[in-house]
Every structure is written in C-alpha cells, then in structure tokens.
C-alpha cells in the first residue's frame, strides 16, 4: 500500500481516531488504525468492540492495500509533521509497517496485520432515521451528564435511552440518583428505541458542530447504532434489556414551586460548596417568600450563607439538602436557559428543576438531621 495524504485532512482525522482506539485493549490489533486505500481515498477505522469510527478521507492512492498502525503513535507523529503531503507506504516484504514521508521528515512505525482487525458492524439493508447535528448535540448535553460513569450491577445505566414517542423523540439518562429527561417534537416517526453508551454519544458530539446545519443518518440493528454524516460513521453498541421505568421516580406532588435566575443560582452555589463536606457536597436550599436561601456547614472548615432572591415564588416554605455537585452539572446542562424552576417534591425526597424547554431534571435529596 502507498498514498499520499495533506497532513491538514489527515491530522484531525488521526486525533479522532485515536480517542477511539485503546492502549489496553484485550487485543493489540485494536490498539491500531487500519488503513484501507484505494481508489482515490483511504478509510481509517478504529475499534473497541462497544465504539467504533470509521473516516473516509481524501487521497492520492499510488498501490491500493491496507495497514493497522499504532493509533496513538501514529496521530502524535502526523500532529507534529510539517504542513504538506504525507507519504505512507507498507514497507516489504511482510507489509505490517509502514514508512511516513513529509519532505526531509521520515519516520517508521511497526503495524499489525490487518487481516486481525475485526470487521465493523453491517449496516446494509436498514433504513435510517435522519436528524439533524444541532438536535442530537443538544439533547446529548442536556441528559448526557446523568448517566451513571460506572455501574456494574446495572451497566444500562451507563447509557443514554432516546426513542420516539408520541410525536416527539425523547431522551433520558440517570444514574439511579438523578434523571435528566428530554422531549424534541419532531415533524415526523421515527422507528428509534435503544439505549446508547454515552461514550459514544459524548465522541459524536466533539466532532459534530451544534451550530451546523449537518444532517445525520442513524441506523439501528439489534445490536449496534450507526451515525453517519460527511464521509464519517460512529458505531456504538447497544446496551441489551429495557431501560428502567423512570415515570414512578418522578413527583406528582409539590411543597414549593419557583423560579430563579440560572446565573446567579450557578454563581450562589458554586461560592457556598467552598464550605460543604468533601464527600457529598451537601447544600441545603431553603425556600421561602421572595428569597432562595442556600447554606453549607463543614466542621473542618466552617459554614455559609447565600441568599438568592425568587422571580416566583408558590406553596409552603421548605428546606431539601442537594449535592451542590449534582445541582451545578444540571445547571451548566441548562446553560442556554435564564431562569430555572425548582420544585420540591411533597415528600422532600428529591427536587425538579425544568428549564425554558420544559425539559425535566429530577435531583435526589440527601438525607440530614434537620
């Protein structure tokens, strides 16, 4: 194999990939990029087994083949090689490295044998759902963040669940002590329902822009989802089973209701958490007539006190303890929104903050003595 490749196409393709491909994985062809050129481009895939990138690139192909190089090696080399046109070419006779070329610059890397590097989820014969980049990113960072990072008793969980339910397509993510949930209206059905691993979800949203006007293809089999877009296609296995019936966690009945500022909430509990316990970060809110109340205690360090005046303002004064650290990653998922609802639930067990889309994230309350 031999192709020649502008170092400017080939670099931000190398660093995507490379975010993909495992330095421990269970085998070594998978700690590689397989190359296949030909034809006048070349496709560089990258593999786990539970995420998968595939990139077509443009290139000059002098001997059609292909080679799996060490994906890390590989994009470090071409992010610091000169401007121009990279040379690569697999060295005879056994083909499994590689020499890299760009003007005085030469260099070598030690490959594997791509017949080892499994073969990607088929695709062929589904129809896609199409949707558009700017309603995925921003359903993603809007639920992404409750997912659970590591659950082995419920690895669902990890995941984020998105299907299509009367007339709109809704997203949902919780980590058993929080729950994030989206709804997008859109204009037409779609045959979507499964849950996606979110280190999926978050790698499509890096090289996705939100304010592209892009369109995807999502094609979903029993066991795999597949987002393709301008000559780039992410594969994400799907989690098995269903997601847990999330309608019974949420709160019918409501103690207080109000609105706040999302800014100066932000900027109130970011200041009192200086002051809360290490572990869980427990803030207590207070809500009253015309104001949110927020203290803190630590025995170590000491205590704080923030008031943060209501817009609106219904129901009954109550106090919920919230890990601050739960309540500022909702907050920055709402970043869009200048006010916020909070209502507590009857039972103080948990608090519901809704932004400007009415989209849905439920914080548990952490238990205290007062």
Request: proline share 4%; net charge negative; glycine share 6%.
């Amino acid at each position: 194999m031999r192709c020649l490749i502008e170092q400017q196409v080939l670099e931000p393709a190398l660093s995507a990939l490379a975010r993909i491909a495992q330095t421990r994985a269970p085998a070594a062809v998978l700690q590689g990029v397989l190359m296949e050129a030909e034809r006048g481009q070349v496709t560089l895939s990258a593999y786990d087994y539970d995420v998968a990138l595939r990139m077509t690139v443009e290139a000059s192909v002098v001997d059609p083949g292909g080679a799996v190089l060490p994906a890390k090696l590989f994009a470090e080399l071409v992010r610091r090689l000169p401007k121009g046109t990279v040379d690569i070419a697999t060295i005879a006779p056994h083909h499994l490295s590689a020499s890299i070329d760009v003007g005085t610059t030469h260099a070598e890397l030690h490959g594997f044998d791509p017949a080892e590097f499994p073969v990607l989820p088929d695709m062929t014969g589904i129809a896609p759902v199409v949707i558009s980049a700017k309603t995925l990113v921003e359903a993603v960072e809007s639920v992404g963040y409750a997912a659970a990072k590591q659950d082995p008793s419920r690895p669902i969980l990890e995941g984020v669940y998105v299907g299509y339910e009367d007339g709109k397509l809704v997203w949902m993510a919780t980590d058993g002590l929080r729950l994030a949930k989206v709804s997008q209206t859109v204009d037409r059905e779609m045959s979507i329902r499964c849950t996606i691993p979110r280190r999926a979800l978050t790698e499509l949203t890096r090289l996705l822009d939100a304010d592209d006007d892009a369109t995807l293809q999502v094609y979903q089999s029993a066991s795999y989802v597949m987002f393709a877009w301008d000559g780039a296609q992410l594969f994400g296995r799907l989690y098995q089973g269903e997601y847990p019936d999330t309608s019974r966690a949420m709160p019918r009945e409501f103690a207080a209701a109000c609105s706040v500022e999302r800014r100066r909430l932000e900027e109130a509990i970011e200041r009192v958490t200086i002051l809360a316990e290490n572990e869980r970060h427990t803030v207590s809110l207070y809500v009253k007539e015309g104001v949110l109340e927020l203290t803190s205690r630590s025995a170590e360090r000491g205590h704080a006190r923030e008031e943060v005046p209501l817009a609106e303002f219904k129901g009954d004064a109550v106090k919920i303890a919230l890990n601050a650290r739960y309540v500022l990653e909702m907050l920055e998922a709402v970043e869009s929104s200048k006010v916020v609802r909070m209502q507590v639930a009857q039972d103080r067990r948990s608090a519901l903050f809704s932004d400007e889309s009415d989209n849905l994230h439920l914080i548990s309350a952490i238990l205290t003595r007062d």
